[in-house]
């Protein structure tokens, strides 16, 4: 199986254009599927679970009566932890333990502080009530799904849980469910699709209102999350994933073939992208992927997602490298190079990085302990990594004494006045003293 991948030279003329036309990427999202989700959500807002149970049965191939069927009792899911393989439950729990360990750095907590004459300013954090986690089912098993979304949220002290799966022709992975069984999800449905989103988002006779939906799913998924953002919160709406590797021409080749595939395999969108000044190590990066792809279960897939969204940089410099990379701000960033802590001084832009040659991004997907929930498609500009702090929020707390009061009256006074908003003014006016 041999295919070029696109070769980019930072010293060409029209390199950032090319580099933006590699960049681009659109969601598949058109105006029928936005359709058809919103037709989804207007009737699960009226109809409730009726109308959850027949979506469900169209399009997941079922035939229940009831959503007292499509809610997954505890039960099942302690009987999945107790079927898998010792190995497996080893695993979950083993990356259980380390997301646990890690999150709990993030937490936030209250604080205060009192001035001079009195006043007391602060902040109060508290955890969401309840949280929808989405999880993709089916033949698709992604238990690491269910650990990277729960144990942010009971680190945060979310009080409730509510997982949701689409279970086509009533399959269910194992895994899925005892992943669920480990980090104590409250409720479980058998739900999937635009109807799942929705029944978190307004609830139905069955199915709770959430606060925050969180997980990945489809375009229709994607595409429902988008549309009820402000009646409930979401974590973010993903594009399809992406990974740079950095590398200074000193890490195996081979290492670099199977980190660029391991992004790849996800699906024909992802993107895998090399930046090196090397322009030797690129040909030999080249010649391993011409030489492990036939090896890999999921050869077609990847050599259709490197040959359309893949490409090897050559750059001038670790310098430059790193102003490619910020521009990209990538998803996964792994730096496999000699001074990874000195280059990554210059890195602003990046969802997760991966320090060192022997830093693959796949240990971050499951194992390592931060989370696998990461901006993509460019947002890492501004947005960072699922954590506790999504599943916290912040009230502000303001308490005057009755001299604060008096003082900060009068700039309240001059600047509501200034405002127009006389209501406001003698609100704070009543309180100055004489």
């Not at 009195?118 to 109060?124: E, H, I, P, R, V």
Request: a negative charge; charged letters at 20%.
């Amino acid at each position: 199986m041999t295919f070029e991948m696109k070769r980019l030279n930072s010293k060409d003329d029209g390199f950032w254009a090319q580099l933006d036309e590699l960049l681009a990427w659109e969601s598949v999202s058109d105006e029928a599927v936005g359709s058809a989700v919103r037709d989804i959500l207007t009737n699960v807002r009226r109809r409730g679970d009726a109308a959850v149970v027949e979506y469900t049965n169209r399009f997941d191939r079922m035939s229940v009566a009831s959503m007292a069927e499509l809610e997954i009792p505890q039960q099942r899911l302690h009987d999945a932890l107790a079927r898998i393989p010792a190995a497996q439950r080893e695993a979950l729990e083993f990356a259980t333990k380390r997301l646990y360990a890690y999150h709990e750095h993030q937490k936030a907590e209250s604080w205060a502080y009192t001035e001079a004459d009195g006043t007391m300013l602060g902040q109060k954090v508290t955890p969401l009530d309840r949280v929808g986690l989405y999880v993709p089912g089916g033949k698709a098993a992604y238990p690491s799904s269910v650990l990277m979304n729960a144990v942010p949220a009971k680190v945060a002290g979310v009080s409730e849980i509510d997982m949701v799966v689409p279970t086509p022709d009533g399959e269910v992975s194992d895994m899925v469910l005892a992943a669920a069984a480990i980090v104590g999800v409250d409720r479980v449905f058998a739900v999937g699709g635009a109807q799942a989103v929705a029944a978190l988002a307004y609830g139905t006779e069955t199915i709770p209102q959430v606060d925050k939906i969180v997980g990945p799913g489809n375009i229709y998924v994607a595409t429902a999350k988008g549309m009820v953002f402000g009646t409930v919160g979401i974590d973010m709406i993903a594009g399809p994933s992406e990974i740079l590797v950095v590398c200074d021409g000193q890490t195996d080749p081979d290492w670099i073939a199977m980190d660029l595939f391991s992004q790849a395999e996800h699906d024909e969108d992802a993107q895998s992208i090399l930046v090196s000044p090397d322009a030797g190590f690129l040909d030999k990066v080249q010649a391993s992927i011409e030489r492990l792809l036939p090896e890999m279960e999921r050869n077609e897939l990847i050599a259709h997602s490197l040959s359309a969204r893949g490409a090897l940089i050559q750059v001038s410099d670790m310098a430059e490298a790193a102003k490619v990379t910020n521009y990209v701000a990538p998803e996964h960033l792994e730096l496999s190079v000699e001074d990874p802590q000195g280059l990554v001084e210059n890195i602003r832009h990046a969802g997760a990085i991966f320090m060192g040659r022997y830093t693959a991004e796949a240990v971050g997907d499951y194992c390592a302990g931060p989370n696998h929930v990461l901006p993509t498609s460019r947002t890492a500009r501004f947005s960072s990594p699922l954590g506790v702090y999504d599943f916290q929020k912040r009230s502000s707390l303001i308490m005057c004494s009755a001299e604060g009061a008096s003082f900060l009256g009068g700039s309240a006074s001059i600047l509501a006045r200034g405002e127009g908003l006389t209501a406001h003014a003698r609100s704070a006016e009543y309180r100055i003293k004489n």
